[in-house]
Each structure stands twice: as C-alpha cells, then as structure tokens.
C-alpha cells in the first residue's frame, strides 16, 4: 500500500467518465483518510496545460504525467503514455488499467468497497480501455455517453458526490434509445459525410449517435482511406473540441501537434479560442496539419526571381 500525500486539491480530466469516476473516488478516499472534503478540479487537455501546479500538495487523477508535476506530496494516479520518470512525486501507473480501475485500487486498500462500485469501475475501465471483447461492452459505452451527453458538472452535481447513484441510473435508458436508434443512422450519415483534413486524416461529420462507436465501426470496417478520423464539437459558446481516433497509435501524434493528448489511439484536444466555429475549425486543422509545400528553387530562373523579392543582387 502506497503513503498519498494530504492533498489541497484533487485534480482530473474533465472529458470522460473515467475522469468523473477516479476524481470522486478520490474525493471519497480523502475523506476518509483525513476527514476533510477535498475541492475538485476538472480540466480539459489545454486547460490543462495552462494551469500552474502551485499547491503544497496535490492528487492528480486521469491526467498524463510530466516533469511540471514531479513535485513533493503530489501523487498522479494515471494510465496515460509518458516518459517522464518521477523523482520527487508519487506516481502510481499502469497501461493496462484505467485510472478508475487504480484509483479504486487505492480506496479497496483502505476499506473503501461495494459491490456498486465493483460493478461501476469495472464498466468505467472497459469503456475506457474500449475492451471489445468484453460481455459489458456495449453496456459500457451506454456508461462513457452519459459525461459526453450530460457534461462532468451536470452530473456531479445530480450524483451530489455519491459515485453509488450512478450505477442503473434512469438515465442510462436514454443512452440505450440512442444507442439503438440513433448509432446507426448516424453511422450511415457519417459514412457518407468524411472530409479529407491530409492524406492521413479524414474529418468525419457526425449528426446523430456515439461519435465513438461511429467512428469505431468506421475504422473496423476500413470505410475510409484515412488511417486517422476526427470528430468535433462546440461546448455552447466555448471552444472547440476535437476527438481523434486510430487502430495503430497515430493518433496521438496529431493530438500532440494540437496541444492535446490522451491514449495513442483515443486522444483529444481543444482548439484555441479564435476558432468560433466549425467551419473555422476544419480550416484550422488542414492549416495545422497539412500545411502547404514550398516549391524547391531548382532552376537558375527560380533562383534570380528569389533573390530579386528580397532585394538582394545575385553574387556573380
């Protein structure tokens, strides 16, 4: 069992259930360890990026790790790619685990267990890991669609910090009607509705259904040239958000070049805020992402045309 630090925040993604999941687990942990209530922060990839890691202490849950974290009495809780290795922090990391699945592992080392949260973390980790295989596959996903439907504070707020209320909640008869109904005339829209961003990268158009699984099916069945399809939407009047998807980790690469990140073949990023919409945005990541060649100068014509823009005499 691992000594965690007395933290004055406790810091997680916003963007996904695993986020919601590990930040109130760690919530319910600190409270019993040192009877305080512990404030929550969530953060999306770039505003992430911008926060300043100013606390004494601090617990960091779904978030990657860097070397801007590896401070005293802060302990990060993740199972994102990183290369940074801790000298000063707590890190406690694993690929093959959520960051639900790890932080739970902490609460059950502390006596913090039920069978409802036995049944939710293992939901929350197939969702998250995208374990195809597994029987609560599609159940999962019903789960993972209720923070892209209903947003992270939404529901903090209808759970009241009780992660117990989530497991069976009504609300997950409406993602179910969705999923049912609205998934595959949004898969055949979106088939027929994919720009080319580069030669790798298809901007798929989406209207109706799971942006994930769409995307998901389109990558399985190899509808598109693309090796790497990203969707997008706009938070209310916020920012752009941008979802990316591969089969063979590019996809994180792209993520990186957007000052997002995430997993290699299900990363994010947020777009900056002078993109007002989506339109703007699709020009941005062809602007980014397939940037326009220059002409190599290979002829004695070129060469003198050059020199004449910048004012300068060829040397003869």
């Not at 505003?47 to 300043?52: A, H, M, P, T």
């Not at 929350?124 to 789960?143: I, K, Q, R, S, W």
């Not at 790798?200 to 790497?228: C, D, M, W, Y």
């Not at 957007?258 to 997993?263: A, E, N, V, W």
């Amino acid at each position: 069992m691992m000594s965690l630090p007395k933290p004055e925040v406790i810091l997680t993604h916003e963007s996904d259930l695993d986020g919601l999941v590990s930040g109130l687990l760690l919530q319910r942990l600190a409270r019993k360890l040192f009877d305080r209530e512990v404030p929550l922060e969530a953060y999306h990839y770039q505003g992430w990026q911008r926060r300043v890691p100013r606390e004494e202490a601090a617990w960091v849950c779904d978030l990657c790790f860097e070397t801007r974290l590896d401070r005293p009495n802060w302990a990060i809780i993740d199972h994102h790619p990183t290369e940074a290795q801790p000298k000063y922090a707590t890190l406690i990391h694993d690929l093959g685990k959520s960051a639900s699945l790890l932080c739970y592992e902490q609460c059950r080392a502390h006596g913090i267990q039920s069978p409802s949260l036995d049944r939710l973390v293992h939901l929350t980790n197939v969702g998250d890991l995208f374990l195809e295989g597994d029987p609560d596959f599609t159940l999962a996903n019903d789960y993972a669609n209720l923070v892209k439907s209903y947003q992270f504070w939404n529901l903090c707020a209808l759970l009241d910090g009780d992660l117990d209320k989530l497991l069976d909640h009504p609300l997950l008869e409406v993602m179910a009607v969705k999923r049912r109904v609205e998934d595959p005339i949004g898969l055949a829209w979106s088939k027929a509705n994919i720009e080319p961003i580069s030669p790798t990268v298809g901007l798929v158009k989406t209207v109706l259904g799971n942006n994930n699984l769409i995307v998901h099916q389109l990558l399985e069945q190899r509808a598109t040239p693309f090796s790497i399809l990203i969707t997008m939407f706009r938070r209310g009047n916020g920012p752009v958000v941008v979802s990316l998807r591969s089969r063979n980790g590019e996809a994180i690469k792209v993520a990186e070049k957007l000052q997002g990140g995430g997993h290699p073949n299900a990363c994010g990023a947020t777009l900056p805020r002078s993109v007002q919409t989506i339109g703007d945005a699709a020009d941005y990541l062809r602007k980014v992402l397939s940037p326009a060649e220059t002409a190599p100068l290979n002829s004695l014509e070129s060469l003198f045309d050059s020199l004449a823009l910048a004012g300068k005499p060829p040397k003869g």
